[in-house]
């Protein structure tokens, strides 16, 4: 079945960096829709990344065309202009400010484009932080997330760029929701998302749990849980997740392992009362997983409806045979190189997104994109004589 490409038509430059831009970038163009990257001469810093940023390049911006502009010359500011002006969606990512002061801001763009969708991916929504810079990191501290993650007095990040990437999500949720306003009205608006208020929108349930109860919610780890079973187990290799949530479930699961005398004990048998008797279950279970290996829980538990999980690893979900029918799209990277990466998560009319990339080296699209805009081979080659344009060795 061919890949979904809804969003084939549409047309989206892109100026960003790292992670939050390029993720709106992508989603975009995993979706079908023609993303033409805007990089700096020698290319985006952010392809050079070292140690826990080695990836963020090739993750986030697959399925992209590639030109390199001098934004600081006044040739270079003539394309990205023209770029614009043919643009349905313009994404960036850079400090407030910044694109204003070269004479692209939205006011600027959309007098000569109108319809223009313009996302701008920001730490901060209007306010007193506005001017603040943010990253991931930043937001999750500020936001709460970090001390909800770790244990009480040590704060933690989340083990990914969660704040950058559900932040891209939201910019794109806004550029289809402006999209849609401009079928409408024929005209195009800015949008802004930012990472300080994601971070809030993902700790508004602990926040309304406040509101509900007026006790602090606890971090993750000393949280009072929801159901008495809801843990991570050792076994005799791996540990493995276990949930137990219905009453329904808590007598299959008493079946499954032979728990004859907890299932016998009806005072049990409702959520809330095992719950307060947590810890007087919780031993029993812990004994008996830990004298099984992990594939053992995994057998019994699978195909029953219990909810489980082995703890996975990244590098693991190169194999896994569910991500493998679909979930995985062949990239090939700077260097030739052949892996595989999760493509959008999305089911569509029957069809998974996803199909064979190519990852653009800096300008290697610099020719084409100039003449998809109608600069005639003269044009180019003297754009590029200039230093204003660059394209790949």
Known sequence: MTAPTPLAGLRVIEFTHMVMGPTVGHILAGLGADVVRVEPLGGDQTRRLL?????????????????????????????????????????????????????????????????????????????????????????????????????????????????????????????LSALHERGQTGTGQKVVASLFETTAYLVGQHMAQFAVTGKPAAPMPARVSAWAIYDVFETKDEPVFVGVVTDALWEKFCALFGLVELWADESLRKNNQRVLARDRILPTIRALVAGMTRA??????????????????????????????????????????ITKLPTI?????????????????????????????????????????????????
């Open 51 to 175: 140690g826990s940023g080695a990836g963020y390049y090739p993750m986030y911006n697959r399925g992209k065309r590639s030109i390199c502009l001098d934004l600081k010359s006044e040739a270079g500011l003539a394309v990205a202009r023209d770029l614009i002006a043919g643009a349905d969606v313009l994404v960036e990512n850079f400090r407030p400010g910044a694109l204003d002061r070269l004479g692209l801001g939205y006011e600027t763009m959309a007098a000569s484009n109108p319809g223009l969708i313009y996302c701008s991916e920001k730490g901060f929504l209007p306010g007193p932080y506005e001017q603040r810079t943010a990253l991931d990191e930043v937001a999750q501290m500020m936001g709460g997330l970090a001390y909800m993650t770790g244990p009480p007095g040590k704060p933690l990040r989340a083990g990914a760029s969660v704040i950058d990437v559900t932040g891209g999500m939201f910019g794109v949720i806004g550029i």
């Open 296 to 337: 053992e829980v995994v057998a019994k538990l699978d195909g029953t409806g219990m909810p489980f999980a082995p703890i996975g690893k990244p590098e693991e979900l190169f194999d896994d045979p569910h991500l493998n029918q679909g979930g995985l799209e062949p990239v090939t990277l700077d260097d030739g190189k």
């Open 345 to 393: 998560p999305l089911e569509m009319a029957g069809g998974r997104p996803g199909a064979p990339q190519i990852l653009a080296k800096p300008g290697e699209q610099s020719r084409s994109v100039l003449a998809a805009l109608g600069y005639d081979d003269d044009q180019i080659a003297a754009l590029i004589a200039s230093g204003a344009v660059e394209e790949s060795p």
